[in-house]
């Protein structure tokens, strides 16, 4: 079974800041799918950043970027000059591709605070 | 025009009663799921519908049960409520295959169970 280990339940940054969400996985696939997604208080889940396992190139959406490390079993999100409306749950999410089943595994969620 | 729609936002019933919760998609996609989100804000799949067919069915209860009348719309049917079943619960859409960009979720429906 996969599981997603984010290590930071809390952080908070400073508008404008940089700043980044660690997320490591497990799992025996090679053909997979990673996410993050993000649920502000208004509870919608959104979309932020996907990032196919077959290819090295790092995704990039704007603002936020990942550093996906295969082989360490690392997808870490990057948010550039933070902004208040940044301030969420964010969630790092593992998808197997095929089969039949592809349902999403999500981590435990990182609270993510910006801060004036 | 919602994507992923689900009704209602909010319950709150009593011990016992049975509820529904419906939702309904737009997208054309061929996949639909049922996700809960706990007090701790942990999302876990709970089932998922193939066009109509099911896919994943999770260890859930089976006072639990998911109904999809078509590709579109995937319904889900609370029995006897209990305090533990409070909870958020998410539907979701998503296109299988190389063209899986992910799920798009509903707005959540928080169940609260007095």
């Known amino acids: 079974a996969q599981t997603v280990t984010q290590s930071q339940p809390e952080m908070s940054v400073q508008e404008a800041e940089t700043v980044t969400l660690s997320c490591t996985y497990d799992?025996?696939?090679?053909?997979?799918?990673l996410f993050w997604y993000k649920q502000p208080p208004s509870r919608q889940m959104i979309l932020v950043i996907r990032?196919?396992?077959?290819?090295?190139q790092n995704a990039t959406e704007n603002r936020f970027s990942v550093n996906f490390q295969k082989a360490a079993k690392s997808f870490s999100l990057k948010i550039s000059d933070s902004q208040l409306g940044d301030t969420a749950m964010y969630f790092c999410?593992?998808?197997?591709f095929g089969g039949g089943s592809e349902k999403l595994v999500f981590g435990k969620g990182t609270k993510l605070t910006v801060n004036p | 025009d919602t994507a992923v729609s689900q009704t209602p936002k909010y319950l709150v019933t009593q011990m016992g009663n049975d509820k529904s919760i419906k939702c309904e998609q737009n997208?054309?996609?061929?996949?639909m799921y049922w996700y809960k989100q706990d007090s701790k804000k942990f999302l876990k799949i709970m089932f998922s519908?193939?066009?109509?067919?099911?896919?994943i069915n999770e260890t859930v209860p089976n006072r639990f049960s998911p109904k999809s009348p078509d590709k579109a719309h995937l319904n889900l049917h609370i029995n006897s409520l209990e305090l533990g079943d409070s909870a958020v619960y998410f539907c979701?859409?998503?296109?299988?295959?190389?063209?899986?960009?992910?799920?798009?979720f509903g707005s959540g429906t928080r169940l609260t169970v007095v």
């Open positions: 799992t025996s696939e090679s053909n997979y799918y």
């Open positions: 999410a593992f998808m197997r």
């Open positions: 979701a859409s998503s296109q299988g295959g190389r063209r899986n960009y992910g799920y798009t």
């Open positions: 997208l054309g996609h061929d996949t």
């Open positions: 519908y193939n066009n109509k067919e099911l896919i």
């Open positions: 990032q196919e396992a077959y290819k090295q």
